[in-house]
Nanobody, 126 residues
Framework: QVQLVESGGGLVQAGGSLRLSCAASGRTSGSYTMGWFRQAPGKEREFVAAITWTIGTTYYADSVKGRFTISRDNARNTVYLQMNSLKPEDTAVYYC???????????????????WGQGTQVTVYS
């Protein structure tokens, strides 16, 4: 079993920055991909970014490219999401997840993820 715990959310003015963390525990060995998703009220869960755990290849949604950076610390079993130049439309609950599927087409699909954290709220005001 795997447990994921997100932290780092909060209230920030537009143009500001936040760094989210997702700490994993349990079965953390093996090959998998970690992803960040977000979900605004009344909307579906939306892909934000993903990173393959062993090699560190990254993937981003077009809406966050150039503003968000995903990274990982293998020794700490933690994945990060650095969010810069935040906009009000970035407001959502942010979730991290883990998938054992391999291939870029799977990384943006929530149904392909086996484990999820509880989420952390990010609110951007103008």
């Amino acid at each position: 079993q795997v447990q994921l715990v997100e932290s780092g959310g909060g209230l920030v003015q537009a143009g500001g920055s936040l760094r989210l963390s997702c700490a994993a525990s349990g079965r953390t060995s093996g090959s998998y991909t970690m992803g960040w998703f977000r979900q605004a009220p009344g909307k579906e869960r939306e892909f934000v970014a993903a990173i393959t755990w062993t090699i560190g290849t990254t993937y981003y949604a077009d809406s966050v490219k150039g503003r968000f950076t995903i990274s990982r610390d293998n020794a700490r079993n933690t994945v990060y999401l650095q969010m810069n130049s935040l906009k009000p439309e970035d407001t959502a609950v942010y979730y991290c997840g883990r998938t054992s599927y391999y291939g870029a087409s799977y990384y943006s699909t929530p149904l392909r993820y086996d484990y999820w954290g509880q989420g952390t709220q990010v609110t951007v005001y103008s």
